[in-house]
Nanobody, 122 residues
Framework: QVHFVESGGGWVQPGESLRLSCLASGFTFSEHSMSWFRQAPGKERELVAS??????RTFSTDSGRFTISRDNSRNTVDLQMNDLKPEDTGVYYC?????????????????WGQGTQVIVSS
């Protein structure tokens, strides 16, 4: 059974940083690109960052502030977020990309974790 456990969120002031982490299980982690998604209040879930299966390529909607990384030995994918802004507020989730794809915004597994809440406010 596929599981995602996200952690690392919290309430921060604008300009501060957070590092989110996702622990995945129940599938062959190293065979999938992985992505982070954000669901802001009242909005649909959207792609934030992606990384290929071996970590050779990364994508972020804000490459100057967000960096995605992974550790295939631990089945984890992290999202380092710097200089946070109020518009970054939302619940952050991870999921695997469909096989052979990368940064499409699609997700492979219908099951989602509980997410980790990020609130950026002064």
């Amino acid at each position: 059974q596929v599981h995602f456990v996200e952690s690392g969120g919290g309430w921060v002031q604008p300009g501060e940083s957070l590092r989110l982490s996702c622990l995945a299980s129940g599938f062959t982690f190293s065979e999938h690109s992985m992505s982070w998604f954000r669901q802001a209040p009242g909005k649909e879930r959207e792609l934030v960052a992606s990384i290929t299966s071996r970590g050779s390529r990364t994508f972020s909607t804000d490459s100057g502030r967000f960096t995605i990384s992974r550790d295939n030995s631990r089945n984890t994918v992290d999202l380092q977020m710097n200089d946070l802004k109020p518009e970054d507020t939302g619940v952050y989730y991870c999921n695997a990309d469909p096989p052979g794809t990368y940064r499409t915004g699609d997700h492979h597994f219908d099951s989602w974790g509980q997410g980790t809440q990020v609130i950026v406010s002064s």
